[in-house]
């Protein structure tokens, strides 16, 4: 019995729960772009007294609150739109009385009641009273009955068994809107992740809205066909999944070749700031003021810059027309007879290149674009889980076969072709299937290629060509000489040849585009390349059938070395003497720098010479002196100790000597070295 009253109660407040009626607006133009968003154009009648109601993801919220714009058709104005609390149901739920958990018994619910005044129907009648309290009657852990002890009207105190009560209503209209406002979010909490956009609008009788904005979905995919041939014929498929909620009912689609910058903005979350402590003027010190600084502004309003060109006046806003004349196809496909393109890069009236702003006073906005559009001339339909391939595209271009080789691990290069776009069309990139002579030849990939450029394309693997590689590098030549504030810099060059020889062993001619990588500080010095890259050269060559060809690419590498010239040896400089890549004036400055550090090594190797004689001398007279006062303390050796002292006076006119030459020696030193300074900081050549 308590499972059953539990029930009967929950649907009678759930039934006096039902939200206001809402009336939903159906898709009616999609653009697909390449970086994973959507802009959406939903349009739909709302009749008189209803509000209109769309449901996105949450995590799509952000964008949503970004980009809506709500226009009204019939003459009314827009007075709102509001959306569901990104708060998660128990932050909605802890702000009531009371709480409903998972099979949460009757006694419960009316224990957290204590005061409210509730009837409780029984067979004999109504009974009405406050809530004391509640509770559950267990024995042997199983639940006997529920009981409910309330004062009544009359001022007696009374308890009721819950199990024989047919159903209660509470009496207080404020606790009752409660319990129902509850209920209404446990019940849209079952959609998960599904928030509702509630737009209400002005005026009487039935509303014609339209509806536009951006939001997250997935990318669609180019799938080309390529035959090749006298006249080369490329088709092109867009892929398109309809990854939403909302089934697409004969919308009108376009997808878009180009990634716009997009980016989340945290609007769906609550921001708090911090307030600053406000004094009146009177109670504190004056402080300094900080000026962002200004850009100058032409006489127009614009821009003024080397780099930046004026921006012109916005124009007016078109005047609104009718869905159907509003947008203008930019493909129009009937099967069998092919397919015909415009480009609409900023046509005002072209195919959502124009998004008008809403129906809201003090607010208008547009939006231009320069992106390539491609839109459907007949409604598609594809079901939400479903997806589609749309032709796009079917037009003649222009391409040339070749080989390419790229030294990419394989002495074979690949078949290619040159395509150059003469579509006057944006192709956005994607993979291509390759058709030669009526039958597949391979696949390959492209980048998105702009209307008059052009792409190799390599779909195959050539086993009717090798090719082999030889490398050699050069000696290393100094290419110019220069000096200032003492430091010589000298530029070295290093030329390397990589050698091509090519074998073509079918018996037919062959063009081969030869794709060599560039190497960090090399120059191609010949051939020179038929065309570069930004991480490569390409040379072509034309190969006999059944022929060889040979190819050799020269390139340079040169780097700059500086060296101190006060550091440098005599002979290293006097090797840069005679390097022909030396000015005369280089020579001469040189040559007077070289001629000081070899007088200056000449004075040092004089004066260490001195010096060890003078260090020997000094040793023997310390030993002839240690040998005099020896031989005086023995009789008879008077002729021994003359001969001594003889040898140390001669010691001591030659140490003499020394000194004076030493001491001359030292000053040339100086000298040269002051003069070998001047000289090196004077050169400048």
Do not use: C
């Amino acid at each position: 019995m308590q499972t059953r009253n539990s029930i009967v109660v929950t649907v009678l407040f759930a039934l006096t729960a039902q939200p206001a009626l809402s009336s939903d607006i159906p898709v009616k133009q999609v653009v697909l772009y390449k970086h994973g968003i959507a802009f959406f154009e939903r349009e739909g009648s709302v009749p008189a007294g209803e509000e209109a109601r769309l449901d996105f993801k949450s995590t799509d919220m952000n964008d949503i609150l970004k980009s809506l714009t709500v226009n009204e058709e019939g003459g009314g104005h827009i007075s709102g739109v509001r959306y569901d609390s990104n708060e998660s149901l128990d932050q909605q739920l802890s702000t009531y009385p009371f709480k409903l958990g998972d099979q949460e018994r009757l006694s419960t619910l009316l224990d957290g009641m204590k005061g409210a005044h509730i009837e409780l129907k029984y067979g004999d009648g109504p009974i009405k009273g406050q809530i004391i309290g509640a509770r559950s009657i267990e024995a042997d852990k199983k639940i006997v009955r529920e009981q409910i002890t309330l004062l009544l009207d009359s001022g007696d105190v009374a308890n009721y068994n819950l199990d024989t009560v047919t159903s209660l209503r509470l009496l207080d209209p404020r606790l009752q809107e409660q319990l129902k406002q509850y209920l209404r979010a446990v019940a849209q909490s079952r959609a998960k992740d599904i928030r509702s956009v509630y737009i209400d609008s002005s005026g009487t009788g039935t509303r014609e809205l339209r509806v536009s904005y951006i939001s997250p979905t997935a990318i669609w995919k180019s799938s080309y066909r390529l035959t090749l041939g006298a006249a080369s014929m490329l088709e092109g498929w867009a892929i398109v999944d309809n990854t939403t909620a909302d089934d697409w009912n004969n919308v009108k689609l376009a997808v878009v070749s180009g990634r716009p910058i997009s980016f989340i903005s945290l609007l769906d979350t609550p921001r708090y700031g911090q307030r600053q402590v406000a004094e009146l003027p009177e109670d504190r010190a004056a402080g300094p003021v900080v000026y962002a600084g200004g850009m100058e502004a032409s006489v127009d309003g614009g821009v003024i810059g080397d780099s930046l060109a004026r921006v012109p006046p916005a124009a007016p806003p078109p005047p609104q027309q009718a869905p159907a004349a509003r947008r203008k196809s930019a493909l129009n496909y009937v099967p069998g007879a092919g397919l015909t393109l415009q480009h609409q890069p900023q046509d005002t009236n072209g195919f959502f290149t124009k998004t008008q702003p809403s129906s809201v006073e003090g607010a208008t906005g547009e939006t231009l674009g320069e992106l390539f559009e491609y839109s459907f001339a007949t409604p598609i339909t594809i079901k939400k889980n479903q997806s589609a391939m749309l032709p796009f595209l079917q037009d003649k271009v222009e391409a040339r076969k070749l080989l390419i080789y790229n030294n990419s691990g394989s002495e074979h290069p690949v078949n290619a072709a040159e395509i150059s776009n003469s579509t006057g069309k944006t192709l956005d990139g994607g993979p291509i299937t390759v058709y030669d002579g009526g039958a597949y030849a391979g696949e390959a990939l492209v980048e998105t290629l702009k209307a008059g450029d052009k792409r190799l394309i390599g779909y195959a693997v050539d086993y009717g060509t090798r090719i082999t590689e030889e490398y050699g590098s050069g000696q290393q030549n100094i290419r110019e000489i220069h000096a200032n504030n003492g430091l010589l810099h000298i530029r070295y060059s290093e030329r390397d040849t990589r050698t091509y020889t090519v074998h073509n062993v079918d018996a037919k001619p062959k063009t081969l585009i030869v794709e060599q990588a560039d190497q960090s500080g090399y120059t191609v010095l010949s051939p020179k390349p038929s065309e570069r890259t930004a991480k490569a050269d390409r040379f072509e060559l034309k190969v006999a059938a059944n022929g060889n060809q040979i190819l050799k690419v020269d390139q340079e590498h040169v780097t700059f070395d500086a060296v101190s010239v006060s550091d440098a040896a005599p002979n290293w400089i006097v090797s840069v003497l005679v390097n022909k890549e030396l000015s005369e004036r280089g020579k001469t400055q040189l040559q007077a720098v070289s001629d000081a550090k070899q007088h200056l090594v000449e004075t040092n190797s004089a004066l260490a010479d001195a010096r060890s004689q003078s260090e020997d001398l000094t040793r023997d007279q310390t030993r002839l002196r240690q040998n005099i006062d020896s031989l005086n303390r023995v009789k008879g050796q008077e002729d021994l100790v003359r001969k001594y002292s003889g040898q140390l006076s001669d010691n001591e006119a030659q140490l003499s000597k020394l000194r004076d030459q030493m001491r001359d020696l030292e000053q040339r030193k100086a000298t040269l070295e002051k003069q070998q300074r001047e000289l090196i900081q004077k050169l400048d050549f």
